[in-house]
């Protein structure tokens, strides 16, 4: 069993940077890659980014791509998704998630792939 621990929630003023961080915890011996996803209020979750288990693939939504960027250190067990130029539309619950037995040059952006999943940090953009 994998636990994830999102952190680094908060709200912030259009235009800031965040950064989020997910820890993950229990049977992490074998490589995973890691998702992030959203749910702002009213709508449903979607896709954010992704990175393989070798980390030197990523996947971005097309509406944060070069605004945020994804990064996971395996060694550590901990992945990060650094949001910069943030804006009001990204107020949202941001979890992370990750999906083992899968190749390692995979990023996958399709939650069903996605066997653990943490409880989620709100973020919130203020205009």
């Known amino acids: 069993q994998i636990q994830l621990t999102e952190s680094g929630g908060r709200t912030v003023k259009t235009g800031n940077t965040l950064s989020l961080s997910c820890t993950a915890s229990g049977r992490t011996a074998l490589g995973y890659a890691m998702g992030w996803f959203r749910r702002a209020p009213g709508k449903a979750r979607e896709f954010v980014a992704s990175i393989n288990w070798n980390a030197d693939k990523t996947e971005y939504a097309d509406s944060v791509k070069g605004r945020f960027l994804i990064s996971l250190d395996s060694a550590k067990n901990m992945g990060n998704l650094v949001m910069y130029n943030l804006k009001p539309e990204d107020t949202a619950t941001y979890f992370c998630?990750?999906?083992?037995?899968?190749?390692?040059?995979?990023?996958?952006?399709?939650?069903?792939?996605?066997?653990?999943w943490g409880q989620g940090t709100q973020v919130t953009v203020s205009s």
């Open positions: 998630a990750a999906a083992f037995h899968i190749s390692s040059a995979w990023a996958p952006t399709n939650e069903g792939t996605f066997e653990f």
